[in-house]
């Protein structure tokens, strides 16, 4: 069993910053691939960046891609998810995720929120024009 708790999460200007936090325990997980996600009501869940077990690969959804950085501390069990320059369009529940099962990486499924078999409770971000 691992769990995953959100924190970081708030209101913010346009422009803003916000960092997110996700910490694990239960069960280290520096093996695994961990995603951010993100959902607004009547919409699929998004995945908004991932990160291997290492950190040594990364992936972004366009729409972010140069305003976010997702990174790692593999020894404090915690994932991060910077987001600089924020839009009212990045207003959603955000969600952390992790793979224990290896499906991201056999599957090639990084961005499907099914190959994930652990969540967090998410953490609400809103973005004030």
């Known amino acids: 069993q691992v769990q995953l708790v959100e924190s970081g999460g708030g209101l913010v200007q346009a422009g803003g910053s916000l960092r997110l936090s996700c910490a694990a325990s239960?069960?280290?997980?520096?093996?695994?691939?961990v995603g951010w996600f993100r959902q607004v009501p009547g919409k699929e869940r998004e995945a908004v960046a991932t990160?291997?077990?290492?950190?040594?690969?990364?992936y972004y959804v366009d729409s972010v891609r140069g305003r976010f950085t997702i990174s790692r501390d593999n020894a404090k069990n915690t994932v991060y998810l910077q987001m600089n320059s924020l839009k009212p369009e990045d207003t959603a529940v955000y969600y952390c995720?992790?793979?224990?099962?290896?499906?991201?990486?056999?599957?090639?499924?990084?961005?499907?929120?099914?190959?994930?078999?652990?969540w967090g409770q998410g953490t609400q971000v809103t973005v004030s024009s």
């Open positions: 995720a992790i793979d224990t099962l290896g499906r991201t990486v056999r599957l090639g499924t990084l961005r499907s929120p099914t190959s994930y078999d652990y």
């Open positions: 990160i291997s077990w290492s950190g040594s690969s990364t």
């Open positions: 239960g069960r280290t997980f520096s093996s695994y691939t």
